[in-house]
T-cell receptor
């Protein structure tokens, strides 16, 4: 049973435009969400996170939006750059309950120049 | 520089052989983890450890074993009982809580011939 779902296996975007990566979750106990970025043959690196007490968190070109009622979060990258081409993983946990992180299957982002 | 070191980066083994993947961290993190990544799937947790001399099974522990004799080290043994061991293995650590932000190593690709 996948508790964290990234329904788009891949996304292709033109350089300079906005990239929107989506993530849905089923466990209403999740209250902390993270995005990781992964290049081929490397380990994932932390990108941005959001707590359930917020609905938006911004860090430079990256913004994460959280819609708790819809159990949905999204990562916006503006403007997209070719170096953003990577696999993006969404992850969630229930911090108040000491649960481990649960990862989605990932979305491959390709930014075309 | 602080970080997580996994070795070897690439490993080939014959069916029926056990193999041990090394993971060392110098971040002074309490918690360490082993994940497995397969194409089209998210990162799946094999084992994790919150403190020395203690570890817990993750979602796919069958066919694997770990030890945590030192804070810095968390080796993973892929045994011959693991039915489908060919995969990309990622080691990670976090400062304290099991659901804290993870720092990943560069991964080890195991291929069973």
């Amino acid at each position: 049973d996948q508790q964290v779902k990234q329904n788009s296996p891949s996304l292709s975007v033109q350089e300079g435009r906005i990239s929107i990566l989506n993530c849905d979750y089923t466990n209403s106990m999740f209250d902390y969400f993270l995005w990781y970025k992964k290049y081929p043959a490397e380990g994932p690196t932390f990108l941005i996170s959001i707590s359930s007490i917020k609905d938006k968190n911004e860090d430079g070109r990256f913004t994460v939006f959280l819609n708790k009622s819809a159990k949905h979060l999204s990562l916006h990258i503006v403007p997209s750059q070719p170096g953003d081409s990577a696999v993006y993983f969404c992850a969630a946990s229930a911090r108040g309950y000491g649960n481990k992180l649960v990862f989605g299957a990932g979305t491959i982002l390709r930014v075309k120049s | 520089d602080g970080g997580i070191t996994q070795s070897p980066k690439y490993l080939f083994r014959k069916e029926g052989q056990n193999v041990t993947l090394s993971c060392e961290q110098n971040l002074n993190h309490d918690a360490m983890y082993w994940y497995r990544q397969d194409p089209g799937q998210g990162l799946r947790l094999i084992y994790y450890s919150q403190i020395v001399n203690d570890f817990q099974k993750g979602d796919i522990a069958e066919g694997y074993s770990v030890s945590r004799e030192k804070k810095e080290s968390f080796p993973l043994t892929v045994t011959s009982a693991q039915k489908n061991p060919t995969a990309f293995y990622l080691c990670a650590s976090s400062k304290d809580r099991v659901d804290g932000e993870l720092f990943f190593g560069e991964g080890s690709r195991l291929t069973v011939l």
